[in-house]
Each structure stands twice: as structure tokens, then as C-alpha cells.
């Protein structure tokens, strides 16, 4: 027979579990109440952190809250993609996540320390940028083609750089190579900048370079560029030809970014992120801005960049095993 005081004991405990339930869901439904951080694992200054910038303003205006952009860079991106796995998954850390941490690292390092499919969770889309096929402005070359040809004429004999091994540079360059049967030889540099200066001098003879940082050359006569890796010409630069225009049908290949999240975060946070993300990429003055730098704001579901990711994972996956890249 229950005795007056354990059925007290009992009642107080429903109560404390109730508002203990009730108290969990409020804080989930206050989120955000303070301010959040973006790691972007690249130092400040590139194409990189100029888009998580951007996308710290623009989904912030969104969810109404400040969301302050950390650099951690080094290791090729994933020093700054670990920090993040190994944050809270309490909806206050994300990560800008592009396609060279994502879709290319996991194939590359041996010893990466963590796995996409299992330690982060896709929030939702950025957007993404083409890559130019660019030469010094008094190369001999005026076509993609042309350089196809030169290479069937004499193998070997012509060199690409690269931002460093597995950057999107090396591993676009070797998917074109596997399409085109081209044995061009990978010089490869640490970071853009001095492979862009070596194009320029003459010591490399072409470079797959992200539109956005390519196009300041392009405009100002440093450099030409002879074709798009995207399906459709790019809007700063209509004349320029795609590599599907170019005989090098299929080839569609861009540099993405996207936000991410420890796993384990709320499923109703992820959600309120994701939407928010989708919302925001849908304004028409954040595309006319994006565009205007070279870039092309996602305008899919959260749910449709998940499947995105996992293509891509699995596309780059197989390029580098084909292309015999080793992994470090």
C-alpha cells in the first residue's frame, strides 16, 4: 500500500520530468539565443572565406542572429573541418564546408581523423563557382583544343600547376586528362597565388583556375582563358567557350560550398538552418551579388544538396583512384 508520502514523491517526480521535457523543448524553440560561429578551414583572404563571410551575413539576417566567422586554417582544409566535428552539436558551431574538404579529402588522407558520412551532417547548399582553363596572355595556345592537339603531337612536353596536390586545381585537370587521354605533367605549388604568378611568367603552361579569383587576371589582360568547366558559359564571361563546347562532352565540374554540422545537432535546428539557408540563396540581390563575383548561389532543397554531396563524394572517389593520385 502506497503511504501518502511516496505517492508525493511520485507525483513530484512527473512533475520534475515534465517541466524538464518542457523546459528542453522551449530552449530548442528559442534557438538561436546567442551568437553562433562558422569555422572555415582556410586561412582569410581566398575564395573560401570570402564565401563564408558572405553567407554569415546572409544567413544571419535570416535567422535573426550574429554568426561570427572563425579562421582554422592548415593541412589542406582539414585542421579547421576537425574542430568543427569535434565541437557540440548544440546548433552554435557549423562549418563551411567545400568541396576539397568534403568530396576530395576523405580519398587523399590516410590518417584524416574524420568521416563525412558519419561525423558531419549537410545542412543545406551555398553555392558554387566553374574553374577557367587559363594561360599567360601571349601564350601560343587560343583553344583547349589546341592544347589537346599540342599534346597528341608531343606527349609529356606540356606542364599544369596546381594550388598543391588534391586541390581542386589538380584533381579537375586530372579528370580532364582522363577524358582527353592528355599526359600533361602536374606542377604543383603551395597555393594559387605563386602558381597564378608562375603562369603569368611563362614557367607553367596552363591552370585550372576558381573563376572568381581568375577573373581580376582575366579582366585586366594578364591572362586569357580558352574555355569554362561548367555546362553553361559564365556570366561575367559569355565569350568564353564551355568544355563541352570544346569537344569534352559531359565534363561539368565546379568548386562548391556548402554548411555543415556536427552530428548529432537537433533535427529541428538542422531543419531551421537548412530552410534558412534555402531562403536566404533564393533573394534576388544575394544571386545578383554572388554573380557578379563569379559565383552561383544554390538554389536546390536541403534534401537535394545531401544527394549532391554523396555524388560528389563518390565522382572525385573515382577520379582519383583512376587517375592513380596517392593518397598521403
Not at 574553374?131 to 583547349?144: D, H, T, Y
Request: charged residues 20%.
Amino acid at each position: 500500500m502506497q503511504t501518502r508520502s511516496s505517492t508525493y514523491l511520485k507525483t513530484l517526480f512527473k512533475s520534475s520530468m515534465i517541466a524538464l521535457a518542457l523546459g528542453l523543448a522551449n530552449a530548442a524553440h528559442a534557438w538561436p539565443d546567442h551568437a553562433l560561429r562558422m569555422i572555415v578551414p582556410f586561412p582569410a583572404g581566398g575564395i573560401n572565406d570570402t564565401v563564408a563571410r558572405l553567407t554569415a551575413t546572409y544567413l544571419g539576417e535570416e535567422l535573426g542572429a550574429t554568426i561570427v566567422v572563425e579562421n582554422r586554417a592548415g593541412a589542406g582544409g582539414t585542421i579547421g573541418t576537425m574542430a568543427a566535428v569535434n565541437s557540440p552539436a548544440d546548433g552554435y558551431t557549423i562549418l563551411l564546408g567545400a568541396s576539397s574538404t568534403v568530396a576530395v579529402a576523405p580519398h587523399l588522407y590516410k590518417n584524416l581523423g574524420y568521416a563525412r558520412e558519419k561525423d558531419l551532417i549537410a545542412l543545406g547548399g551555398i553555392g558554387s563557382a566553374a574553374s577557367l582553363l587559363v594561360v599567360a596572355a601571349n601564350s601560343k595556345w587560343n583553344s583547349l583544343s589546341e592544347l589537346v592537339n599540342a599534346d597528341t603531337k608531343a606527349p609529356g612536353t606540356i606542364n599544369y600547376g596546381s594550388a598543391g596536390a588534391g586541390t581542386s586545381h589538380h584533381i579537375k585537370t586530372e579528370l580532364l586528362k582522363l577524358r582527353t587521354g592528355a599526359k600533361w605533367l602536374h606542377i604543383p605549388y603551395r597555393g594559387g597565388a605563386p602558381a597564378m604568378t608562375d603562369l603569368m611568367g611563362g614557367q607553367i603552361d596552363f591552370l585550372l583556375e576558381p573563376l572568381p579569383t581568375a577573373l581580376p587576371y582575366v579582366e585586366s589582360g594578364r591572362i586569357k582563358a580558352l574555355a569554362v568547366t561548367t555546362r553553361q558559359r559564365a556570366a561575367v564571361l559569355p565569350d568564353v567557350k564551355t568544355f563541352d563546347e570544346e569537344g569534352i562532352k559531359g565534363y561539368d565540374a565546379t568548386l562548391w560550398f556548402g554548411v555543415f554540422a556536427p552530428a548529432g545537432i537537433d533535427s529541428g535546428v538542422a531543419k531551421k538552418i537548412g530552410d534558412a539557408l534555402q531562403r536566404a540563396f533564393a533573394r534576388d540581390a544575394v544571386k545578383q551579388d554572388f554573380e557578379k563575383r563569379g559565383l552561383d548561389a544554390y538554389s536546390g532543397s536541403p534534401e537535394q544538396f545531401q544527394d549532391f554531396v554523396k555524388a560528389e563524394i563518390k565522382l572525385w572517389g573515382d577520379v582519383i583512384q583512376k587517375a592513380g593520385i596517392p593518397a598521403q
